[in-house]
């Protein structure tokens, strides 16, 4: 296979046994049941292309009810031959491409070997993030579910095993890691690698029994970790090196390590399910999880089952890399001193990478970028230095591949959980909250109707235990919300999944997940009550389309403008007319989901937004533009103070009553790009003399205003 050059991005199939780019997501956040459990005895996907079934999930954060039974061990089930699983192979998923050589989706739990060993399967190249790694770190990476973590780390561990020697050449010499050409190859092959995945382990059981749990899981790890290096470790008989009996197995393990002279590679993945699974369910089901290990017992247990006798291996592990989703505070972990790698990359596909990867399998019927991006999001990870600017954006990579299967199908995916842990938390939320930077009902409302949230400090997202709040961090790091472009403390909505989710499952579906929460079905019922949106609406859109008499619809909007602004006085963001609509026309009561309207949210503000009016078979582009409160303020305060809350409360109060020409007379100051400066001009200016299509103008949080021509239909 060629050498790409240094600026080719390196997407590739992988044929005939060929090593290939490195892999695209394959979680380990969700019960073995209910998409992770693809061993021998499971019955294969019943859509191969994206991994799990649709089968209803009791609760998504624990382990299935089978893996409390008197059966196989979890980790030797993990561990079962790759032969066994001749369903993941290409004789197992559909073609989505005309060639001799099918190309293929990943599933739900690739990782990297499976990507050199399976031809036709598809993934993207991440291992040009090796380059960043020192020869020692001790690194904990966050990402929103099904990211990309479980991939990272796999790769890492192929690259860093002593056992990959002699097939790294095949598995890594055509990977950017090895082709760059300003980069010298990482020092690779060098360590003993020690793997744990933390969400293998069942929560669903007593204090006693789940410590035994822990305890039997470890020392399996432990086991199976002492047979596969036996010959590095000069043990003759690995399998009965470590007893039951023995009073800390990590210890005799690491003291084997450092006689031989060794050093460890120990990766971490899922590392907070336990406690995050016990946690949720806990505060979901408190008369049913009762009986079971509280949270508070498990983050406990780990402290003295796992990361207290994990510090005992310091001076052998070189290398320790931990991932998850929120970030536990435990004693024991905080000792680990455990650092944020600059990363930014590692996980998520960027713009150029999801086009590509798209391309591959669709060809012709690829989406467009808008549409990605709607639908797989912009997500932004800050830079762990100080004063660095964010990195470019990522695309959801599990969501990409779900998009590019529906593409391909043309049936929406109704196995893709990526957001079930947001759809947890969300149910948690109170409709208000005097703790700072907890998530509320309201606080999503204003969220929609400002198009962002300020969050003060930085987001950890550190799991509360007790379920007095969920904060803006955690919404964050469940993949709700990303950094707005330009400010490290204002979040945005991610993508339109977040927005509303069920509504695009197959009817089917959406029974089976009647409680798979999104914003629109947590604030919905809310905002219809405050403004009776379900009476007036639909009343206000005939009287606008059929009727031409405008006034109700403009009357609705203002209300919710209005009401809005006043919530929002004492706040940095106002809201916008963006967010007033997706408010209004997007609300599950009031919009048909014959014609549904897409995301208003996730629009740019100079963009016409396509509206489904009442007569059937007919849109309107609108033209939505806001000015804000603080903008009629300073054009009468020419100084550089800023208001207080009672001045604009005042100026708002004015406005509401202000007739439309008092109200378009009005000055508005504003940058002028022409001018290159502030300038102060009349609101009336806003509108076009003569629009191609209706302008809708909100002022000042107090009125929205509109002028259109006549013929302003249009086939959709």
């Known amino acids: 296979m060629a050498t790409e050059s240094l600026n080719e991005l390196v997407i590739r199939q992988i044929r005939d046994g060929q090593a290939s780019k490195l892999l695209v997501e394959p979680p380990h956040t969700v019960s073995k049941t209910h998409g992770d459990a693809f061993d021998a005895s499971s019955s294969p996907p019943s859509t191969p292309s994206t991994g799990s079934t649709g089968s209803k999930r009791d609760w998504i954060w624990s382990d299935d009810e089978d893996s409390s039974s008197d059966g196989e061990p979890d980790q030797k089930r993990k561990r079962r031959s790759l032969s066994q699983l001749s369903f993941r192979t290409n004789s197992g998923r559909p073609s989505l491409t005309g060639s001799d050589h099918r190309l293929c989706l990943p599933g739900f739990r690739d990782d990297f070997q499976d990507f050199c060993d399976h031809p036709g399967l598809m993934f993207v190249d991440k291992t040009r993030c090796l380059f960043e790694l020192p020869d020692q770190f001790r690194y904990l990476l966050l990402r929103p579910p099904k990211f990309g973590k479980t991939a990272f780390l796999s790769t890492m561990t192929h690259f860093y095993d002593v056992h990959g020697a002699e097939q790294f050449t095949e598995h890594f010499g055509p990977l950017a890691v090895a082709t760059e050409a300003l980069h010298a190859i990482p020092r690779h092959s060098q360590h003993l690698s020690l793997s744990f995945a933390l969400s293998d382990i069942n929560v669903r059981v007593g204090a006693k029994q789940f410590a035994a749990r822990l305890t039997s899981n470890f020392f399996t790890e432990l086991q199976l970790f002492l047979v596969k290096y036996a010959t590095e470790l000069k043990l003759s008989a690995p399998e009965t090196y470590l007893s039951e009996d023995d009073s800390d197995v990590f210890r005799k393990v690491f003291d084997v390590i450092k006689a031989s002279g060794h050093t460890l590679f120990v990766s971490i993945d899922a590392y907070d399910t336990p406690v995050l699974s016990g946690s949720l369910a806990s505060l979901h089901y408190p008369t049913i999880y009762q009986k079971f290990v509280s949270p508070q017992d498990i983050e406990h247990l780990l402290d003295t089952c796992f990361w207290g006798p994990l510090l005992a291996g310091s001076d052998v592990i070189d290398k320790l890399f931990v991932a998850g989703t929120l970030s536990l505070q435990s004693p024991a972990f905080r000792k680990l001193h455990l650092s944020v790698p600059d990363l930014p990359l590692c996980c998520g596909f960027t713009e150029q990478e999801a086009l590509q990867f798209a391309r591959s399998i669709l060809d012709e019927t690829t989406p467009e970028k808008a549409d990605l991006h709607r639908s797989c999001g912009d997500y932004l990870f800050p830079p762990h230095a100080a004063g660095t600017d964010f990195d470019e954006p990522v695309l959801h990579p599990q969501r990409l591949i779900s998009r590019i299967s529906e ?51 930085p987001l950890d997202a550190a799991i509360d235990l007790d379920g007095s709040s969920v904060s803006w961090s955690a919404l964050y790091h469940a993949g709700a919300l990303t950094y707005d472009h330009g400010s490290k403390s204002t979040l945005r909505v991610a993508s339109s999944e977040v927005l509303s989710l069920v509504s695009l499952l197959p009817p089917s579906c959406q029974v089976m997940l009647s409680n798979y929460t999104q914003i629109h079905s947590r604030i919905d019922d809310l905002v219809n009550d405050r403004h009776k949106l379900q009476q007036e609406y639909i009343t206000a859109l005939y009287n606008h389309d059929m009727e031409d008499d405008p006034n109700p619809l403009l009357e609705l909007l203002s209300e919710v403008l209005c009401d809005q602004t006043q919530r929002s006085l ?147």
């Open 407 to 457: 593409i391909s199908s043309g049936q929406p995916q109704d196995n893709d959980y990526s957001f079930q842990l947001l759809s947890d938390l969300l149910q948690l939320l109170p409709a208000e909250s005097d703790i700072p930077n907890a998530a509320t009902l309201n606080g999503l409302v204003e969220l929609l109707a400002t198009g962002a949230v300020e969050v003060d400090g």
């Open 570 to 716: 004492s706040r940095k963001r106002e809201p916008h007319l963006h967010g007033i609509l997706e408010l209004v026309m997007r609300n599950t009561l009031c919009a048909s989901s014959a014609r549904p309207i897409d995301p208003i949210i996730l629009l740019p503000t100079d963009a016409c937004v396509p509206i489904v009016v009442y007569q059937p078979n007919l849109v309107q582009h609108w033209e939505l533009k806001t000015l804000t409160l603080l903008g009629m303020w300073r054009a009468t305060n020419l100084n550089d103070e800023e208001p207080t809350v009672e001045a604009l409360r005042k100026l708002h109060e004015e406005l509401t009553h202000d007739e439309d020409d008092q109200l378009l007379a009005r000055p508005y100051r504003v940058w002028s790009p022409s001018l290159n400066a502030m300038e102060t001009v009349a609101v009336g200016s806003f509108f076009d003399p003569e629009p191609e299509n209706p302008q809708f103008v909100a002022v000042g949080g107090a009125r929205v205003v509109r002028r259109q021509r006549p013929d302003s239909l249009t086939p959709p």
